[in-house]
């Protein structure tokens, strides 16, 4: 099998030995959990449910203020009594509406609201897509976008290629990998039905070749589904950030998508493995997504693990033998990996659907120097995977100019970080990109509504 990959990436050393191999361990359910409303990339949610009521595991809590509007519902993770409905910091920095429930003792995962199995081959394709939305499923990769929108490209958009990914490039985490090992007949029966409801022939599970391990398995289980020839195993050299869509479109078929465009404009649609196992279970087992698979590591972390849990459990309620934090050395704790994850204050935040992992990190781990001045030693270009100019983005935005920072490639920037990680000045390249695209699109807000 030859190994395929993208131009330029950086070698990252990898920092998985902790958790590779090891299996997903379900923590017991907690006393109380903690569901934010808004877990997806779109137009807001509202709370359905009033505080009092009684809910049962998989019961739609949360939609869209305006339907039709972009979004996914949230479900309640475990069945029990809504305590209050109030502002909770969230793994993205900021307060956001969360419900809280009182988790019931003994029939917290039993008593559940599923809705019924569907097969996903014989509904039409407007009820499969329902379904998908329902499920309250988004991309578990991290980006949280709802994935019955991809499912569902506009006219015009010709789709040829469904990519499952599996690459898993950020440093520590495992969770990808373990999911691959433990659901592989999960994850095949996943693709078939989104190359069922997308109407596409071919499909590529994108990995890199720390994970050649796990190809015997999937081959056995495309061969079980009768889908040999029409499902493959792409593997990709170990390099980051393999795991950027664009990036692993590029490894794989060798397109390009186009500046400023969406993989759908290369023709293909690309689902984290994850994603494609809960769409799955979504018709299968008629479940909504109300679990999730995570890792939990960093040298902070005395029991690193690979594990499961209702969405909403706050790390602080993690039992000790699941998350036993050395608070001595504990200096950064990350929501995410360390590359494109991000830095929160406390432990006392729910894990969302688009948590991946959890990194406390010690000091040693992390690179804390001051920022300096940029010496235009242009290393930040030869680092960037997606050829842009950073040194000159960040010269823009610390002007003000973001008309010059869109031409030096602002909004092609995937957030990878390669450019900090290679920046000798320590310069916080990546934030100052975040806060840029944001400046943007409140700036193209406000101009459209001003017209
Ligand atoms: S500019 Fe963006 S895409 Fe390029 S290396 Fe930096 S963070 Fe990654
Ligand atoms: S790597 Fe850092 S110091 Fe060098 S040009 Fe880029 S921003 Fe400036």
Redesign the pocket.
Known sequence: MSIKTFKRGLRLPTRKTATEGKPIETIPVPKQIVIPVNQHFGAPNQALVAVGDRVKRGQKIADAEKPGSLGAPVHASVAGIVRKIEMHLQSNNGDGVCVYIDADADRALTDTAFMPPLDAFACSKDEAIARVREAGIVGMGGAGFPTHVKLSPPPGKHIDAIIANGAECEPYLTIDEALMSEKPKQLIRGIAVVMHITGVQNAIIGMEDNKASLVPVLEQEIRSAGLEGKISIGLCRTRYPQGSEKLLISALTGREVPSGGLPMDAGCVVNNVGTLIAIAEAFDLGKPLVDRDLTVSGLACKTPKNIRAPIGVMLSDLPQCFMDVDYETLHKILFGGPMMGTSVPTLDIPVQKNTSGVILMTREETSAYAEGS????????RACSCGLS??LM?IALNTGDLDEAVRAGLMDCVECGG?MY????R?K?VQRFKVGKQLLRSQRQTERAAQ
Do not use: E, G
Request: hydrophobic share 35%.
């Open positions: 940029c010496i235009r030693c242009s290393r930040c270009i950073p040194v960040n450019c290679n920046c000798p000045a310069i390249l």
